[in-house]
């Protein structure tokens, strides 16, 4: 089946069907070896891709930089203190100049609705880089890191552990429940995620085959998985909360035990950046289980995915 995606937007995978996932996953995984063979084919020679940052960002905003610039392509970053939407400007009225400046629009920040806005005004490709509710960027980069390591889906178990209401969680549900990765979040009552995402995620796992389960009992929950998955305990914008949630979590740090409890088969996962001490221990992620770098690294090649697949030049 051949797969079109050129002129859509990124806002969240539950838009994507499985088809377009999974030749996102392969296109990931051939510009990766594209890259560590150095060959660069400059497929963006000549165009230009606005990075609007609300929040900070290590990961995002270099992996879409070092992935358009390698190609040839020229970034424009804009900041708080660059730009303010919604501010002086609307933002249906931001949306349409950069529209007719940029080729694509990357977005990360709080609101959704700001990415959607976006999308519907600009005219071109827009790619949320992270917002309250989704991290679609991430969860491609997530399953990409589990095909090269297990080399399918099929029968494989992810075990979230921690807050498993925030950005992150949400869209790695989405993406494994729509490739078909059983998938299950361990986490305290008052982080379950909501059940809006829990529904909406079993109704794509009934289509694809695989098993969305919550639960409050971590030894349980880690027991047969293939991952164990964790991120920080308080996102940006949370860290108020902080001391109450070290409270709250400290019996869902994944560490040496935990993982043994997994099996010695499992490896770990992280979205970094990691608080060493807090959701996970040194030795977890500094060891030989950890495929948490390989998972960073998979952000570009994911990312370089997406915009060649939306920009028409695949």
């Given at each position: 089946?051949?797969?079109?995606?050129?002129?859509?937007?990124?806002?969240s995978?539950?838009?994507?069907?499985?088809e377009?996932?999974?030749?996102?996953?392969?296109?990931?995984i051939?510009?990766?070896?594209?890259?560590h063979?150095n060959?660069?084919?400059?497929?963006?020679?000549?165009?230009?891709?606005?990075?609007?940052?609300?929040?900070?960002?290590?990961?995002?905003?270099?992996?879409?930089?070092?992935?358009?610039?390698?190609?040839?392509?020229?970034?424009?970053?804009?900041?708080?203190?660059?730009?303010?939407?919604?501010?002086?400007?609307?933002?249906?009225?931001?949306?349409?100049?950069?529209?007719?400046?940029?080729?694509?629009?990357?977005?990360?920040?709080?609101?959704?609705?700001?990415?959607?806005i976006?999308?519907?005004?600009?005219?071109?490709?827009?790619?949320?880089?992270?917002?309250?509710?989704?991290?679609?960027?991430?969860?491609?980069?997530?399953?990409?890191?589990?095909?090269?390591?297990?080399?399918?889906?099929?029968?494989?178990?992810?075990v979230?552990?921690?807050?498993?209401?925030?950005?992150?969680?949400?869209?790695?549900?989405?993406?494994?429940?729509?490739?078909?990765?059983?998938?299950?979040?361990?986490?305290?009552?008052?982080?379950?995620?909501?059940?809006?995402?829990?529904?909406?995620?079993?109704?794509?796992?009934?289509?694809?085959?695989?098993?969305?389960?919550?639960?409050?009992?971590?030894?349980?929950?880690?027991k047969?998985?293939?991952?164990?998955?964790?991120?920080?305990?308080?996102?940006?914008?949370?860290?108020?909360?902080?001391a109450?949630?070290?409270?709250?979590?400290?019996?869902?740090?994944?560490?040496?035990?935990?993982?043994?409890?997994a099996?010695k088969?499992?490896?770990?996962?992280?979205?970094?950046?990691?608080?060493?001490?807090?959701?996970?221990?040194?030795?977890?992620i500094?060891?030989?289980?950890?495929?948490?770098?390989?998972?960073?690294?998979?952000?570009?090649?994911?990312?370089?995915?997406?915009?060649?697949?939306?920009?028409?030049?695949?």
């Amino acid at each position: 089946m051949s797969i079109n995606l050129k002129g859509r937007s990124l806002i969240s995978l539950k838009d994507y069907t499985p088809e377009e996932i999974n030749y996102l996953i392969d296109l990931s995984i051939s510009v990766k070896k594209e890259k560590h063979n150095n060959i660069r084919k400059e497929r963006f020679k000549g165009m230009t891709i606005a990075l609007l940052f609300e929040k900070r960002s290590t990961r995002t905003r270099c992996a879409f930089e070092t992935a358009f610039g390698e190609e040839g392509g020229h970034t424009v970053f804009l900041s708080n203190s660059d730009i303010q939407l919604g501010a002086k400007e609307s933002i249906e009225d931001t949306a349409r100049i950069l529209g007719r400046m940029f080729d694509c629009i990357q977005f990360r920040g709080f609101k959704t609705s700001n990415v959607e806005i976006l999308a519907k005004y600009s005219g071109v490709p827009v790619y949320n880089g992270l917002t309250d509710d989704f991290h679609p960027t991430q969860a491609l980069a997530d399953i990409m890191t589990v095909r090269e390591y297990f080399k399918t889906y099929k029968g494989i178990k992810i075990v979230y552990v921690g807050d498993g209401r925030n950005n992150v969680a949400n869209s790695l549900m989405i993406a494994c429940s729509k490739v078909g990765i059983d998938i299950r979040i361990a986490s305290p009552k008052p982080l379950l995620p909501s059940e809006n995402i829990v529904s909406l995620t079993r109704n794509f796992a009934e289509k694809s085959g695989s098993i969305v389960e919550i639960t409050t009992d971590i030894k349980k929950a880690v027991k047969d998985a293939d991952v164990i998955y964790t991120d920080v305990w308080a996102s940006m914008g949370e860290e108020d909360k902080l001391a109450d949630r070290i409270k709250l979590l400290k019996p869902y740090q994944v560490n040496k035990e935990l993982m043994l409890l997994a099996g010695k088969e499992a490896i770990f996962m992280h979205c970094l950046p990691a608080v060493k001490g807090n959701e996970v221990t040194a030795e977890v992620i500094d060891g030989d289980k950890s495929e948490a770098w390989n998972q960073a690294e998979n952000r570009k090649h994911s990312i370089k995915a997406i915009i060649l697949a939306t920009l028409g030049l695949v």
